[in-house]
């Protein structure tokens, strides 16, 4: 069974950085694709970023508004996954989730999320 951890998440301020982590377990990490996506208040879905299993190389993606302030990266040796955030804004904050791709490679649709870490940018 897919399981998602995600932790890092707070209160930062405008121009701060954090970085989240997730814990993955019940599945071939290594050989899956994943990504994060967030939920601001009031808003849908949004994916952020998205990177390959180390089978197909590395491969990073980012949604435009995060490029150059965002770096996703992986760990499989230790089933985590990670996104740095740096000079984070206010239109950053959102719950941040951690999802399981379908394949090793960046693609729509996930098979597994994590409950999610909440961002919040504010000074």
């Known amino acids: 069974q897919v399981h998602l951890v995600e932790s890092g998440g707070g209160l930062a301020q405008p121009g701060g950085s954090l970085r989240l982590s997730c814990a993955a377990s019940?599945?071939?990490?290594?050989?899956?694709?994943m990504s994060w996506v967030r939920q601001a208040p009031g808003k849908g879905l949004e994916w952020v970023s998205g990177?390959?299993?180390?089978?197909?190389?590395?491969?990073?993606y980012y949604k435009d508004s995060v490029k150059g302030r965002f770096t996703i990266s992986r760990d499989n040796a230790e089933n985590t996954l990670y996104l740095q955030m740096n000079s984070l804004k206010p239109e950053d904050t959102a719950l941040y989730y951690c999802?399981?791709?379908?394949?090793?490679?960046?693609?729509?649709?996930?098979?597994?999320w994590g409950r999610g870490t909440q961002v919040t940018v504010s000074s």
């Open positions: 990177i390959s299993s180390g089978s197909v190389g590395r491969h990073t």
């Open positions: 999802a399981k791709g379908l394949s090793a490679y960046v693609s729509p649709g996930f098979d597994g």
């Open positions: 019940g599945f071939t990490f290594s050989g899956n694709a």
